[in-house]
């Protein structure tokens, strides 16, 4: 089956950096990749997503990158804000099954 | 999107016993799941609810101690039976809201103690 990884565990930024989150995935079948977003105490928000078919997707200050012959993927968050400090998590699946496989989170910590 | 609750949204339990949590959208989906979350960790799928037959579930998970409902296509409902302390998770839905689209929806999850 899947198998998903992602780095960093842990990130902390100055507020207004840059933030980079790498996942890489096994299945080259997969073809469907969102990121989502945990707040402490809340369910994943899905905060954007991509399609094999794209190499690159972009809402505000936030992006995303694929890239299919190395299966890896990128989540950019640009000028960061402290309410951006949260749990990110990557996923992959086929989309005709939609079943999630997930990364096992980034914690990113934005200090004013 | 779609509005997903969840009930209860905590509840400590004593080990031995059984919890039945609820997930409730505020429209009809096509698909709906069920993950856990334990402590500090990521997100594991327990099964895929199917409405009008029996769950499918991953390795791992088997219907005895996780047993689902989906009697429409607005609700479900997921039983953890002859709980232990290592129940202790979150347990959250989700929904995918039609055929054509990849995008699923999470609820804000159950937060469950087993003492």
């Known amino acids: 089956g899947e198998n998903v990884e992602q780095h960093p565990s842990t990130l902390s930024v100055q507020e207004g950096d840059s933030a980079v989150i790498k996942c890489t995935y096994s299945?080259?079948?997969?073809?469907?990749f969102p990121w989502y977003k945990q707040e402490l105490g809340k369910g994943p928000q899905l905060i954007i997503d991509?399609?094999?078919?794209?190499g690159e997707k972009k809402d505000q200050r936030i992006a995303v990158t694929l890239n299919k012959t190395a299966k890896h993927f990128s989540l950019h968050i640009t000028e960061t804000q402290p309410e951006d400090s949260a749990v990110y998590f990557c996923?992959?699946?086929?989309?005709?099954?939609?079943?999630?496989?997930f990364g096992k989170g980034t914690m990113l910590l934005v200090s004013p | 999107s779609a509005v997903i609750s969840q009930k209860p949204s905590r509840d400590i339990c004593q080990r031995g016993t059984s919890l039945t949590i609820q997930c409730q959208v505020d429209s009809q989906v096509t698909m709906m799941f069920w993950y856990r979350q334990q402590p500090g960790q990521s997100l594991t799928l327990i099964a895929t609810a199917n409405q009008g037959s029996e769950a499918t579930y991953e390795s791992g998970f088997v219907i005895d101690k996780f047993p689902i409902s989906r009697p429409n296509l607005t609700f479900s409902t997921l039983t953890v039976s002859n709980m232990s302390p290592e129940d202790s998770s979150i347990y959250l839905c989700s929904v995918v809201i039609d055929s054509s689209s990849y995008e699923q929806y999470f609820g804000p999850g159950t937060r469950l103690t087993v003492t």
């Open positions: 299945d080259s079948a997969s073809n469907y």
């Open positions: 996923a992959a699946t086929i989309y005709k099954y939609s079943t999630l496989t």
């Open positions: 991509i399609r094999s078919n794209v």
